[in-house]
C-alpha cells in the first residue's frame, strides 16, 4: 500500500521561505515520478512541480517558475518542494503524488496514482 506523507507546512510573511517534504513508502520509489499539487480555498486543485524518475526531466507551472524548486532523494525515498518568494496567492494545501510508469507522462491529475493528504501552507501579506 502506497503511503506519502508530507510535512513543513505552516505560516509565512510574504517574500519568505518553506519547504516541503514528501516521504513516500510502499512502493519502489526510483520508478515512480513525483509531483506535486495544491488547492487553494474555493478553487480547484492545480499542478505545481513533477519531477521525473531520475530527478533529470522536471516541470513547473508558471506561476511558480522561478520561485519554486523540485528535488528528489531516491535513497530517502523522499520528495522536496522549495519554495521562495512565497506570496499570498500561494496559500493553499499541498499535495504530494505519485505516478507509475503505467500512468504515462503527463500534469494533470489523472497522471498521478496516489496522494498524500496534504499539507497547509498559508501566507500572510
Known amino acids: 500500500q502506497v503511503q506519502l506523507v508530507e510535512s513543513g507546512g505552516g505560516l509565512v510573511q510574504a517574500g519568505g521561505s518553506l519547504r516541503l517534504s514528501c516521504a513516500a513508502s510502499?512502493?519502489?520509489?526510483?520508478?515512480?515520478?513525483m509531483g506535486w499539487f495544491r488547492q487553494a480555498p474555493g478553487k480547484e486543485r492545480e499542478f505545481v512541480a513533477r519531477?521525473?524518475?531520475?530527478?533529470?526531466?522536471?516541470y513547473y507551472a508558471d506561476s511558480v517558475k522561478g520561485r519554486f524548486t523540485i528535488s528528489r532523494d531516491n535513497a530517502k525515498n523522499t520528495v522536496y518542494l522549495q519554495m521562495n518568494s512565497l506570496k499570498p496567492e500561494d496559500t493553499a494545501v499541498y499535495y504530494c503524488?505519485?505516478?507509475?510508469?503505467?500512468?504515462?507522462?503527463?500534469?494533470?491529475?489523472?497522471?498521478?496514482?496516489?496522494w498524500g493528504q496534504g499539507t497547509q501552507v498559508t501566507v500572510s501579506s
Open positions: 519531477i521525473s524518475m531520475n530527478g533529470i526531466g522536471i
Open positions: 510502499g512502493l519502489t520509489f526510483s520508478t515512480y515520478a
Open positions: 503524488a505519485a505516478s507509475s510508469p503505467a500512468r504515462g507522462w503527463g500534469l494533470r491529475e489523472a497522471n498521478f496514482d496516489s
